[in-house]
T-cell receptor, first 112, second 113 residues
């Protein structure tokens, strides 16, 4: 069974640009969550989607957005990038009856 | 708020020594999950505890949930170099429109061979 796949693995962007990250959950998992990990703030929740609906959103500015497609794949977008957006962005999926999350390898975003 | 506090932040041990990390909350937890993240890796789910006083074991790892459901611990017996990584506790908020994990800051374990 394939795990959670995130692309790309690494990204370097310039301040002011926008970026789109992709996540393919485990087959059959309908819940997809996104987290930002930084050395200073740790792991912080961005948003969670289930069946194409955003069920919850973390305390991040509106520059951070996401969506989920009918096949459960999810994307997150960050517009007008700032230096502080440099982080590891992790996607996690969960299936019915299983309360632990399976994380992808993450996308390492560097904003210069 | 709904934060979970984790201590210690760092722990360095000699191989073969025991290790414990603690997770505390000011409010009652409905559940607690534990994850391990190897250096350069991603969090990997270890276990979920939901019952007051619950104790679960996975080989050399022992997980406990406090009687008041406000604290939890992870104990590793006779550490090995493969145990190196950051151990996170996390509470799962679920139900209604609230589905998210709130993570502690983690405990970084290093093991001297």
């Amino acid at each position: 069974k394939a795990g959670v796949t995130q692309t790309p693995r690494y990204l370097i962007k310039t301040r002011g640009q926008q970026v789109t990250l992709s996540c393919s959950p485990i087959s059959g998992h309908r819940s997809v969550s996104w987290y930002q990990q930084t050395p200073g703030q740790g792991l912080q929740f961005l948003f969670e989607y289930f069946s194409e609906t955003q069920r919850n959103k973390g305390n991040f500015p509106g520059r951070f957005s996401g969506r989920q497609f009918s096949n459960s794949r999810s994307e997150m977008n960050v517009s007008t990038l700032e230096l502080g957006d440099s982080a590891l962005y992790l996607c996690a999926s969960s299936g019915q009856g299983f309360y632990g999350y399976t994380f992808g390898s993450g996308t390492r975003l560097t904003v210069v | 708020g709904q934060q979970v506090m984790q201590i210690p932040q760092y722990q360095h041990v000699q191989e073969g020594e025991d290790f414990t990390t603690y997770c505390n909350s000011s409010t009652t937890l409905s559940n607690i999950q534990w994850y391990k993240q190897r250096p350069g890796g991603h969090p990997v789910f270890l276990i979920q505890l939901v019952k007051s006083g619950e104790v679960k074991k996975q080989k050399r790892l022992t997980f406990q949930f406090g009687e008041a459901k406000k604290n939890s611990s992870l104990h590793i017996t006779a550490t090995q170099t493969t145990d190196v990584g950051t151990y996170f506790c996390a509470r799962l908020n679920s139900g209604g429109s609230n589905y998210k994990l709130t993570f502690g800051k983690g405990t970084l374990l290093t093991v001297n061979p």
